[in-house]
């Protein structure tokens, strides 16, 4: 059995409404972003819940992942407020190997995230840099595309472009791969998209607002 990293609870872990726009562009890069945008509720809140299995503690390429999703988070921390309780949040992951990481999110003029891993060690997420735009892999995907993603990390993109259905396949964190039928007309593009729209529903696929 695989050691697998949990969320045991989060506290006053809050973000920007500028994050989910800004950010959208970025998904297909990071897993662990992907996870938070495809999960985006109606209040715009941040869910840091991981799928049951995740590998995150003591893993070293997942580490450094998490690591850069988190100082991408931090530049959209609020500003405010600066004293008391509401001045900072955190939340809590535990492997089952005993790993424990303690996540900080100190809010104010100067945002900072820190990742305590033992009492005196604090993983170094100010030489981290954040993901940008400018080098973010984008796949080839149309603007209007509908996004849907399973309970793990899969995901299938669908979008009508005329009497096209194109269909992107993948796992949360990379691009995924795209694939274009032509039918005869737009309306049978739509009934394919439709049906294939309901088979992925049946599967448990559900659609996300990213």
Known sequence: M???????????VRISADFWKKCAPLLGNNV???????RRTAWGDLDLSLPEGTRLIGYVKQ?????????TLESFLPKSPTTGLKS????VFESTGGGRWR??????PKPEIRVRYQVWA??????????????????????KERLFVDTETDFRGVALVGSEL?????????????????????????????????????????????
């Open 166 to 210: 194109w269909v992107r396949a993948g796992s949360l964190g990379e691009p995924g791969r795209g694939k274009r039928t032509a039918f005869k007309d737009a309306k049978q593009a739509r009934a394919a998209a439709d049906a294939l729209i309901a088979k992925l529903r049946k599967k448990g696929f559900v659609e996300s607002n990213v």
């Open 103 to 108: 996540v900080l999110f100190r809010y104010g």
């Open 122 to 143: 604090v993983k170094p997420v100010s030489s981290i840099r954040p993901l940008s735009r400018a080098k973010a892999t984008r796949a080839a995907r149309p603007d």
């Open 2 to 12: 695989s050691d697998s990293t949990t969320l045991l609870g989060a506290r006053n």
């Open 63 to 71: 580490e450094k992942d998490y690591l850069v999703f988190l100082k």
């Open 32 to 38: 662990f972003l992907d996870l938070a945008l495809v």
């Open 88 to 91: 900072w949040g955190e939340a």
